[in-house]
């Protein structure tokens, strides 16, 4: 393999051995899994649908597994599997309000994947459409894009926008028009502005006057309280800055991903490298994310691709030790059961879903996996 981690022999042999496994899983997975969209597993087997509605958030991640598995093995039944969820979830861009900031999470995994591997016009078309719709949700007075669609969340943006962002660079790219690329740039503007705190922590949501753009309050979200620190929210930000810096070349982006990567792999070392669910929360009950750290694993591999070589390695072996401790410890390679990385949370105050194996955990753990590889390619 082309070792453009510089990993010892060691960390190769362990890269090359999950790579099986994954191999193994993914194929028995992928057979058993028909025209589902896998969410969250019940009793060890995936439901029909994750989640009632078709334009739930997730309902790409699958596809992007099937075409990272695709881009690694070149085996066609992963490919008409991911062209499967892309039809499948395509009615959702013909209405309205079931499309929110999370476009970017639904079709870059989907259709945008397929055009850059396939050249489809009509997954072109899909992306560009979404684009449109993501662009659609811009508040020019406030500069950012409006996260859900429920009256009275017209001010709110929030953290995780920060990965639905390419999307509007890959369309600006496509169609040669500035407009969608200004308008990632200025959300990203405005998330520097309002979402990072001092010490390299992050808000979740923030909420503005959707009118005047002046700041009304920064609530509590999906982690532990108003304040805390939830820990998905800090890897978004990490992989989201870094992303945003390589479509903008901004500096601003590059050193404020260093300091929420030097802040998550703090917050990490002190635990074995597990991710706990929220950094600030109270020390008991201890609450686990392991979707916290397969996506910081992946914004860590993508940050060290931009800074300087004595830089590099700090951010590399953080990766690293963030996925082997979480394979020790969370993973399950069971081939009867599925789902491979187990205690993703989708939130801290709901016991139904924390400390369960969730798609995203999946696909951002293969995807670091594979970009350790040098087998996969960059989706958003
Ligand atoms: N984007 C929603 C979440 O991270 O739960």
Redesign the pocket.
């Known amino acids: 393999m082309e070792n453009r981690y510089l990993l010892s022999e060691k960390q190769i042999v362990w890269v090359q051995d999950i790579y099986e496994k994954i191999k193994e899983k993914i194929d028995i997975e992928c057979e058993r899994m028909g025209e589902k969209i896998p969410y969250v597993p019940v009793n060890g087997r995936y439901p029909d649908m994750g989640e009632t509605s078709l334009s739930w958030?997730t309902n790409g991640f699958w596809g992007g597994i099937m075409w990272q598995m695709y881009c690694a093995t070149g085996e066609e039944k992963y490919k008409e599997k991911a062209l499967m969820i892309e039809d499948k979830i395509n009615p959702v861009l013909k209405g309205f309000v079931g499309v929110d900031h999370?476009a970017g999470?639904m079709w870059l995994p989907t259709a945008v994947a397929n055009y850059r591997l396939t050249n489809s016009k009509k997954a072109k078309e899909r992306g560009l459409h979404a684009a449109n719709l993501l662009s659609g949700r811009y508040n020019p007075v406030g500069k950012f894009i409006r996260a859900w669609n429920q009256e009275g969340q017209e001010g709110v943006f929030?953290i995780?926008c920060l990965?639905n962002t390419p999307l509007l660079y890959w369309a600006s790219k496509e169609t040669k028009d500035p407009r969608f690329a200004q308008i990632a740039k200025n959300h990203t503007d405005t998330a520097l502005s309002y979402i990072v705190r001092e010490d390299g922590s992050c808000n979740h949501i923030v909420q503005l006057n959707p009118t005047t753009g002046e700041f009304v309050d920064s609530p509590a979200g999906?982690g532990y309280e108003k304040g805390s620190s939830w820990s998905?929210?800090q890897a978004?930000a990490i992989y989201g800055f870094s992303l945003n810096y390589r479509y903008t070349n901004d500096n601003t982006y590059l050193d404020v991903a260093k300091k929420i990567a030097h802040y998550f792999i703090a917050n990490v070392a002190i635990h074995n490298y597990l991710p706990l669910l929220d950094f600030r929360a109270p020390k008991e009950p201890v609450y686990y994310d392991s979707?916290a750290g397969a996506c910081a694993a992946c914004g860590l591999l993508e940050l060290s691709k931009h800074v300087g070589k004595y830089e590099k390695q700090l951010y590399i072996q953080s990766a690293i030790s963030i996925l082997q401790s979480m394979e020790k410890s969370f993973c399950n390679w069971n081939i009867e059961e599925d789902g491979i990385l187990g205690y993703g949370s989708?939130?801290y105050n709901r016991a139904d879903d924390r400390e369960v194996p969730i798609i995203?955990g999946d696909y951002f753990f293969i995807e670091a996996i594979l970009e350790l590889l040098g087998k996969g390619f960059l989706i958003w």
């Open positions: 958030w999370d999470f929030i995780d990965m999906q998905r929210g978004w979707t989708a939130r995203y």
